[in-house]
Structures are given as structure tokens and as C-alpha cells.
């Protein structure tokens, strides 16, 4: 993926909200993660900055965020997944 900006701009115009002009407003979800949180706050300023666009962020202790994600009760989650096995053997990723 790239960084985008100037795109990102012209496809919010054509969608009818030029410079991020009646954009509804929508939240991130995140668990209690200081790197996730640290991860949602740079994408809120970038949203912010680049498009003109309000982003909340929610910010959940564990056992509610996982409650959530099964629910899909979202409007756009920060989630992330393990990049290395824990034991030397495939099956790791294989849920994936």
C-alpha cells in the first residue's frame, strides 16, 4: 500500500464531501494496547490533516473490545495479528 493523499482527497470529492466537507464523523475501535492506541492516534491526525476529516477514537478494555469485534459493533477497528509462530510448525498460521 502508498501513501496516498492527494487520491484520497479526489475520491472524498466524488463522493460529494470535497475537502472533507459533511464527512460523518466515525470512531476507531482499539483495545487498551499503548502501540494500537499510539497507531489510531497518527491515523486520527493524518485524517485530520490530509482530508479534513473528524475521527473519534474508542478505546476498550480487553474482554469488551473482543466482545465487540465478534459483534462487528463498529465503525472501523484496529486490530492486529501475530507475525511470528510461537513453535516452529505451520499450523500457526493456519487459523489465519
Not at 487520491?7 to 470535497?18: D, H, S, V
Not at 497507531?39 to 485524517?47: G, K, L, T
Not at 477514537?57 to 510461537?86: C, H, T, V
Request: net charge positive; glycine share 6%; with cysteine.
Amino acid at each position: 500500500m502508498t501513501y496516498e493523499p492527494n487520491k484520497a482527497r479526489q475520491l472524498l470529492t466524488e463522493a460529494g464531501y470535497p475537502n472533507g466537507k459533511g464527512f460523518p464523523k466515525f470512531n476507531i475501535l482499539t483495545n487498551t494496547s499503548k502501540v494500537h492506541r499510539m497507531i489510531v492516534e497518527v491515523i486520527q491526525q493524518m485524517c485530520k490533516k490530509e482530508l479534513h476529516i473528524n475521527v473519534g477514537i474508542e478505546n476498550q478494555e480487553w474482554k469488551i473490545y473482543l466482545d465487540r469485534m465478534k459483534n462487528m459493533n463498529y465503525n472501523i477497528a484496529r486490530s492486529g495479528r501475530p507475525s511470528m509462530a510461537f513453535f516452529m510448525d505451520p499450523v500457526t498460521f493456519l487459523d489465519m
